[in-house]
């Protein structure tokens, strides 16, 4: 795997030099002016915050098939995976200035849509990540005036919220109760939302790029770390840690964006049509999610002796009522966009548990088909 060795080399403005054809110059002058000249391939740049084999790239190379199709070839849509474009800031920055025009941004998106916070908070969603995916991804969220205006003011579009896994905590040492994290320097993305938590919790936060975690892992600057498990695997860390530790308390979230100004300028057709994709990628990403990070379980497990710690619903419960103050915490940061969006995405929850529940009550007072032979 090469993404230790220097990845993050080839930064955003000089993109043009790293691309090695012609055509991506040509592209670039092209993105700035406009539409293409007649004839011409349009190309559409997707920066990543995740390196190839990763549910951001499935999500994206999916996304670029159906651009292809559905304009018959007349866009292509370029991959960007993590380090082409630098560190992971420099993507965002690079999707707000027009350089990229569509990019992924999680934890670390923090800084720039402080708003998108709200997708670190814990002990948010059910524990149904299929029913968390629609409900990120129902209109009344994902099209609310606020969680647009969010964005939009930093020069971002949010087309879809994609969550990728359940955010899962290693450790050399098992963690069941708050009192076993005192004392840990654990690694959370940059933002105050994840420090905010993880001190609650007792832990000692700390933030590092993605791309440098592994070294501050084995060299003990660090001795915890968040992420899904696919990514646990895919960028080794898992090999320098002894403990998983599965307590369900949030999904890794990540928001699909455009630069606005681009999105703005795209023909009502092709909005229509990146609306028609985002949606068909729903339960598209939610299947690749599961299965990877199944999959890159079974290679954790055959290739290490690290110790799996599933927490019981009394051992979460502890951890859910410290991460209740958080939520105040959130609100006192970002305002009353950022209350807004947690009450429609708390009643969201609700409603959808609910429903939920009278289905589960309407399917035990059915006759079963056995009972009515
Ligand atoms: O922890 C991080 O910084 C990164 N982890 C994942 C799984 N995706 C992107 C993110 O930046």
Same mark, same amino acid.
């Given at each position: 795997?090469?993404?230790?060795?220097?990845?993050?080399?080839?930064?955003?403005?000089?993109?043009?030099?790293?691309?090695?054809?012609?055509?991506?110059?040509?592209?670039?002058?092209?993105?700035?002016?406009?539409?293409?000249?007649?004839?011409?391939?349009?190309?559409?740049?997707?920066?990543?915050?995740?390196? +190839?084999?990763?549910? +951001?790239?499935?999500?994206?190379?999916?996304?670029?098939?159906?651009?292809?199709?559905?304009?018959?070839?007349?866009?292509?849509?370029?991959?960007?995976?993590?380090?082409?474009?630098?560190?992971?800031?420099?993507?965002?920055?690079?999707?707000?200035?027009?350089?990229?025009?569509?990019?992924?941004?999680?934890?670390?998106?923090?800084?720039?849509?402080?708003?998108?916070?709200?997708?670190?908070?814990?002990?948010?969603?059910?524990?149904?990540?299929?029913?968390?995916?629609?409900?990120?991804?129902?209109?009344?969220?994902?099209?609310?005036?606020?969680?647009?205006?969010?964005?939009?003011?930093?020069?971002?579009?949010?087309?879809?919220?994609?969550?990728?896994?359940?955010?899962?905590?290693?450790?050399?040492?098992?963690?069941?109760?708050?009192?076993?994290?005192?004392?840990?320097?654990?690694?959370?993305?940059?933002?105050?939302?994840?420090?905010?938590?993880?001190?609650?919790?007792?832990?000692?936060?700390?933030?590092?790029?993605?791309?440098?975690?592994?070294?501050?892992? +084995?060299?003990?600057?660090?001795?915890?770390?968040?992420?899904?498990?696919?990514?646990?695997?895919?960028?080794?860390?898992?090999?320098?840690?002894?403990?998983?530790?599965?307590?369900?308390?949030? +999904?890794?979230?990540?928001?699909?964006?455009?630069?606005?100004?681009?999105?703005?300028?795209?023909?009502?057709?092709?909005?229509?049509?990146?609306?028609?994709?985002?949606?068909?990628?729903?339960?598209?990403?939610?299947?690749?999610?599961?299965?990877?990070?199944?999959?890159?379980?079974?290679?954790?497990?055959?290739?290490?002796?690290?110790?799996?710690?599933?927490?019981?619903?009394?051992?979460?419960?502890?951890?859910?009522?410290?991460?209740?103050?958080?939520?105040?915490?959130?609100?006192?940061?970002?305002?009353?966009?950022?209350?807004?969006?947690?009450?429609?995405?708390?009643?969201?929850?609700?409603?959808?548990?609910?429903?939920?529940?009278?289905?589960?009550?309407?399917?035990?007072?059915?006759?079963?088909?056995?009972?009515?032979?």
């Amino acid at each position: 795997m090469n993404w230790r060795n220097g990845v993050i080399g080839c930064a955003a403005f000089l993109l043009a030099a790293c691309g090695t054809e012609q055509d991506e110059e040509t592209t670039v002058a092209a993105g700035a002016a406009g539409q293409p000249e007649t004839g011409q391939v349009e190309i559409w740049r997707f920066g990543l915050e995740e390196i +190839q084999g990763s549910v +951001q790239y499935e999500y994206a190379r999916r996304f670029a098939d159906l651009v292809a199709q559905k304009t018959e070839g007349e866009v292509e849509v370029r991959l960007f995976p993590y380090g082409q474009l630098g560190g992971l800031t420099d993507i965002y920055d690079q999707a707000q200035s027009g350089a990229i025009e569509l990019a992924f941004g999680s934890g670390f998106l923090g800084g720039t849509v402080p708003e998108s916070q709200l997708f670190s908070l814990n002990f948010v969603l059910t524990d149904d990540e299929e029913l968390n995916a629609r409900i990120l991804n129902d209109e009344d969220f994902r099209k609310h005036s606020d969680l647009i205006g969010a964005f939009t003011e930093r020069d971002l579009y949010p087309l879809a919220i994609v969550p990728e896994g359940w955010q899962v905590w290693s450790a050399n040492r098992e963690i069941r109760t708050p009192e076993d994290f005192r004392g840990l320097a654990i690694r959370t993305m940059d933002n105050r939302l994840l420090r905010e938590t993880y001190a609650a919790y007792g832990a000692d936060p700390t933030t590092m790029e993605y791309g440098e975690l592994y070294s501050g892992l +084995q060299l003990g600057q660090l001795d915890g770390n968040i992420q899904p498990v696919f990514a646990h695997q895919e960028m080794d860390f898992y090999q320098v840690q002894s403990h998983l530790i599965f307590a369900n308390q949030a +999904q890794f979230i990540a928001t699909f964006m455009a630069n606005n100004d681009w999105y703005e300028n795209l023909s009502g057709d092709r909005q229509d049509m990146l609306e028609e994709i985002v949606q068909e990628l729903v339960p598209y990403i939610h299947d690749v999610q599961t299965r990877l990070n199944a999959e890159r379980l079974e290679t954790i497990t055959e290739n290490s002796d690290i110790q799996l710690v599933y927490l019981t619903a009394e051992e979460r419960e502890a951890f859910r009522e410290l991460s209740l103050p958080v939520r105040d915490v959130f609100v006192e940061m970002v305002g009353s966009r950022g209350e807004t969006l947690l009450e429609v995405l708390l009643e969201k929850v609700e409603e959808a548990q609910q429903e939920r529940g009278q289905q589960a009550d309407t399917a035990e007072d059915e006759p079963q088909a056995a009972d009515a032979a």
